[in-house]
């Protein structure tokens, strides 16, 4: 449903569902930051057993589950490295250097993927003199790499590299469950070689918000400090909690319908004339409509006019498939964007 707006902008444009609202409604609830809320403490359960990990906590947002990890695994003055296009370093207004005082040594990759060499030749154990390397952080799926998917092997081994040169590794995973059904890999797989890992509600899966951290019992804690230390702790969040189980019960498998109407978008794209990403692995479809006609900001002005929302990033357009979007819309779309192009 979307009161005429295809919203193609973002997948956190998914509202909850009719089923997700009843389970809301009757959310059983108590007060989360004693630990009293039995909904979110079922959450946390769930999360931790499906990243096959000791403990989980529910965060409001992915943003604040990367602040609190990197606040946990870090200490002022440390380094962390990541892709040269990462949310935690792009994306969050500089979050972690004013919430943890680090700084980043950001890697230039095309898929959003460095490699394990990449690591052994940054990480810096730390002197009198170099900031240390805390943490390795990657992104999985990658989202301004294109929704790319971490090949398993490739990821392992960054992972090893890591904690061989004694750095942790956060993993964010605002689109895990994408990179899961995708490749069909287990989120404990995935989560196996890393110290914290996280999970989103609010994108593709369809919850108003929030998001879980999961790790072993002893960074949970530290987590569940720096939870508070940031004013982030809740009361009866139960309601909230109910909607990411429902999300995690029911639009789970169906993100593999989003990759298969992302897969359609990028065809009809390309066959407009417009420059596609080579890979379109999950449900973020990035291309340049320049070759057809238009730059990407008139190109997004102008399908907006036709009722189609997609989002200038950076040089390229980028066009998202979630929940709420289904085989009509992208039908929709693309006549849209044939509109568009052929007007200019
Ligand atoms: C959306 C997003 C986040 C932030 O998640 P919120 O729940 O919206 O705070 C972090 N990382 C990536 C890669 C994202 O796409």
Redesign the pocket.
Known sequence: MHDGLIDLGSD?ATRPTPGMRRAMAEAEVGDEQRGEDPTTNRLQERVAELCGTEAALFLA??????KVAVAALTRPGDSVLCDHR???YR??AGGPAVTSGVMFDPVATDDGHFTAEQVRSRLQSGSKYVPRTALVAL?QT??FAGGTVWPLERYEAVCDAAHAGGASVLV?G??LLNAVVATGVPAHVWAAPTDAIWV?F??GLGGP???ALAGDGAFIEEAVRFQYVFGAALRQSGVIAAAALYALDHHVDRLAEDHARARTLAEGLAELGCRVADRVDTNLVYFDPTPAGLAPEPFCAALLDEGVRMGPVRGSVRAVTHLDIDDADITAALAAAARVLAAA
């Open positions: 956190t947002s992915g943003s604040l589950c990367n990462a949310h935690l994306w969050e992104e990658h989202n964010d605002a689109r989103d609010s994108k918000f929030g998001a």
